[in-house]
């Protein structure tokens, strides 16, 4: 197995699926929350930085962990996991030191984080096993 194979097969769809929830679902949701708190332009730096680095945490994780499994399942667990942690450790965080997050962004985060990653790892799999 490719790393790069794997790599692509992740972050293209993460990044896809997410630009659509972020864009269509919760934009709107978090603008009447914690709108206060948005940028009028989002900061794509530290964006990318993070989207590069977990794409690779995922693959390193979930998706090799699966290819030496052979194992879908393997790599929709790990992903899960992995995203829950995750999008949990920023939510929960927020939620500990901000006014204003709410736990509905809490839930939905988490769970946000923990089908996308998910997804997103079983993609990997799937394209890096071909």
Request: proline share 3%.
């Amino acid at each position: 197995m490719s790393f790069a194979k794997a790599y692509l097969g992740t972050i293209v769809p993460f990044l896809i699926i997410d630009a659509v929830w972020i864009r269509f679902v919760v934009s709107a949701y978090y603008q009447e929350t914690v709108g206060h708190l948005l940028l009028d332009t989002p900061n794509f730096v530290p964006a990318a930085l993070f989207y590069l680095a977990y794409a690779a945490g995922v693959v390193i994780l979930a998706v090799q962990p699966a290819i030496a499994a052979q194992k879908l399942r393997t790599a929709l667990i790990n992903g899960g996991i992995l995203g829950a942690i995750a999008y949990g450790t920023f939510t929960l965080t927020n939620y500990s030191v901000l006014q204003g997050w709410t736990g509905g962004l809490v839930i939905s985060d988490i769970l946000w984080g923990t089908f996308l990653t998910s997804l997103s790892a079983g993609c990997g799999y799937l394209f890096a096993r071909n």
